[in-house]
């Protein structure tokens, strides 16, 4: 198990820039999760590490040693890919082996480990089988146990899941997780998935553009977002950010009145960098409507989302903006009707449309 950190890291593909400067610790032992929207440079990121890509500046440590520059197989760490990669002509007992071999160790040592990752994910009955004789989640699981069997320092993971269907993906989450607290290993985890990024997490960072917007626990980053663009990005549906204007502000309290939507004038508190007249933009999100808020905006309903457990409706839904309203049993909300949103005014974000920075 190592600390990896990640200093003044920079990559550019010719003469694009697609790192740019990565300021990173992630401790021993942690599940550290990178999210962030397509061609980020998640992969990217993962690959420096794995010692797949050279950096074009800073440096890579893990443990006490500095790893940029030195050989993949010499860095301790081992990738699970979203494709599996396994060799074909190879059985599940030989493909978890083939890294190990290839680096020259006693062939017992390697068939005792192979068991020994079997037993953890459940392939003892498959060993002797090809790929092309197993499911997607007995492959990915493969995969997994090719890595396990390197004993690594770092696991790296992007997408593992992704190829899996949803109740193969629920199972294999929990699997890793599990595997995680076994092993107390460092992992490092690409995802899409924010139930994945928001469960499996001890830290999660998210990229924008080759930078970190923001590094902290899934609670954090969800409850105490710095910036728009986090407080969009994690939590679904995504939270409803909303143009405002500052009425007043006084004693800690700004009260802004929304100027897309109909509402009255509402004081969000705890607000210490707010000026009257200033513009700004307000956060709520979905799940935060309740029937007992003191605030309320007046809303069209075009669509309703019913998901058995919980439902969703949409005001504007024809914009690339619309309201997203999470509503409750008992709501009397009908699409193609007139609604009346209520949510507590504790809840919401303000934010600096400008800068994209929080507003305290
Ligand atoms: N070998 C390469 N040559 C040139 N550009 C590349 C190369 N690999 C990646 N890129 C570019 O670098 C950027 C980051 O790519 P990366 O694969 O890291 O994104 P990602 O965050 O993993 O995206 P996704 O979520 O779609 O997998 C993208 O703009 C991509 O086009
Ligand atoms: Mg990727």
């Not at 794995?50 to 040693?65: M, R």
């Not at 993949?72 to 990738?79: I, Y």
């Not at 954090?220 to 405002?244: H, Q, R, T, W």
């Amino acid at each position: 198990m190592a600390d990896v950190e990640l200093k003044k890291l920079k990559k550019s593909f010719g003469s694009v820039d697609v790192i740019h400067g990565v300021d990173l610790s992630i401790k021993s032992g942690e599940f550290c999760v990178f999210v962030g929207p397509s061609g980020c440079g998640k992969s990217t990121l993962l690959r420096l590490i794995a010692g797949l890509e050279d950096s074009s500046a800073g440096q890579i440590f893990i443990g006490e040693n500095n790893v940029t520059g030195i050989e993949p197989a010499d860095r301790g760490v081992a990738m699970v890919f979203q494709s599996y990669a396994l060799y074909p002509h190879m059985s599940v007992k030989e493909n978890m082996g083939f890294g190990l071999r290839m680096t020259g160790t006693d062939a017992r040592v390697v068939s005792e480990r192979v068991e020994k990752a079997a037993q953890i994910l459940h392939l003892e009955q498959l060993l002797e089988r090809k790929p092309k004789q197993l499911s997607g989640g007995q492959r990915q699981r493969v995969a997994i146990g090719r890595a396990i069997v390197r004993e690594p320092k770092v696991f790296l993971f992007d997408e593992p899941l992704s190829n899996l269907d949803a109740e193969l993906r629920v199972r294999m989450r929990l699997e890793i997780a599990k595997l995680h607290s076994d092993l107390k290993a460092t992992m490092i985890y690409v995802t899409h998935d924010q139930v994945e990024a928001m469960t499996l997490a001890d830290k999660i960072v998210v990229l924008r553009a080759g930078r970190i917007e923001q590094v902290g626990a899934p609670l954090e980053l969800y409850g105490n977002p710095d910036n728009m663009f986090v407080a969009g990005f994690i939590g679904s549906p995504k939270m409803n950010l909303m143009n405002a204007k500052v009425v007043s502000h006084e004693n800690g309290a700004a009260t802004v009145q929304l100027t897309g939507f109909e509402s009255a004038p509402f004081a969000v508190t705890d607000i210490t960098a707010a000026t009257a007249g200033q513009e700004v933009v307000v956060g709520i999100r979905p799940e935060h409507f309740s029937a007992d808020g003191s605030a309320h905006i007046n809303a069209h309903i075009d669509v309703i989302e019913y998901l058995g457990g919980v439902s969703y409706a949409y005001a504007g839904a024809s914009t690339d903006d619309p309201l997203i309203v999470g509503l409750h049993e008992g709501d009397n909300a009908r699409p193609g009707q007139a609604y009346t949103a209520h949510f507590d005014p504790q809840r919401a974000f303000l934010f600096d449309p400008k800068t994209g920075l929080r507003i305290r």
